[in-house]
C-alpha cells in the first residue's frame, strides 16, 4: 500500500489534533527529564485551549501539520516580527516548534518541515532562521547541524521547578 505524505497549514478546526499531537510529542521528548508532575502542569499551561487558539489566531505566526494519509505524524510552528519567543529582529524567522511523533522519526519527515520554514522565511525576505534546543536533545541538536544551523546564543526555558539550558541555533539564508 502506498502512503501520500501531505503538509498543510493547521486552523482552528484542527485545534483537537493540535493539542494531542503537542502534547504527545513534547512529553515523548522532555518526560524523562522533568517530574510527571512538572510536565503535567506544563502540558496543560503550554497546549491549553485559549493559549493554542491566541497562537493560531496570531497572523505573525504559522502551524503546518506533517500528515502520511489521515494521521498526523507531527507538525512546525513558525514566528515572525513580535511573534518571536525572542527579540531577534525582523529579518528572522523562528522555527519556535518542530515535533515529528516517535513512530514516524528517522523518516526524514523534520528534514520537510524545516525545508518549508526555509522557503517561508525565503518568501517572507527574511534572512536567517533560528531555534531554540534543549542543550541535552543530541539527536536534535545533530539533525539541526546537518541542516546548516549553528549556536548563536542560549536561554533559559523553565518546566515547573526546573530551569533548562536551551541552545539558540541559527541558519543564514
Not at 503535567?40 to 496570531?58: G, H, S, V, W
Not at 502551524?63 to 511573534?83: E, S
Request: glycine share 6%; hydrophobic share 40%; charged share 20%.
Amino acid at each position: 500500500m502506498t502512503h501520500t505524505l501531505q503538509i498543510h497549514p493547521v486552523t482552528i478546526t484542527d485545534l483537537p489534533a493540535l493539542q494531542a499531537v503537542s502534547r504527545e510529542t513534547f512529553a515523548a521528548t522532555f518526560g524523562a527529564a522533568n517530574t510527571p508532575e512538572d510536565l503535567a502542569n506544563y502540558l496543560d499551561r503550554a497546549y491549553a485551549t485559549p493559549k493554542l487558539t491566541r497562537e493560531l489566531n496570531n497572523p505573525h505566526s504559522q502551524f503546518f501539520f506533517i500528515q502520511q494519509d489521515a494521521d498526523v505524524c507531527g507538525y512546525l510552528k513558525v514566528n515572525v516580527d513580535d511573534a518571536q519567543s525572542e527579540e531577534m529582529g525582523p529579518e528572522n524567522l523562528e522555527v519556535e516548534r518542530i515535533y515529528v511523533r516517535v513512530a514516524y522519526q528517522k523518516m526524514g519527515l523534520g528534514k520537510q518541515l524545516i525545508q518549508l520554514a526555509e522557503q517561508l522565511a525565503h518568501d517572507a525576505g527574511k534572512t536567517r532562521m533560528w531555534l531554540g534546543v534543549w542543550e541535552h536533545n543530541d539527536n536534535a541538536r545533530g539533525f539541526y547541524a546537518k541542516q546548516g544551523f549553528h549556536q548563536v546564543g542560549q536561554h533559559t526555558f523553565s518546566i515547573g521547578g526546573s530551569d533548562q539550558t536551551d541552545y539558540l541555533l541559527a541558519k543564514d539564508l
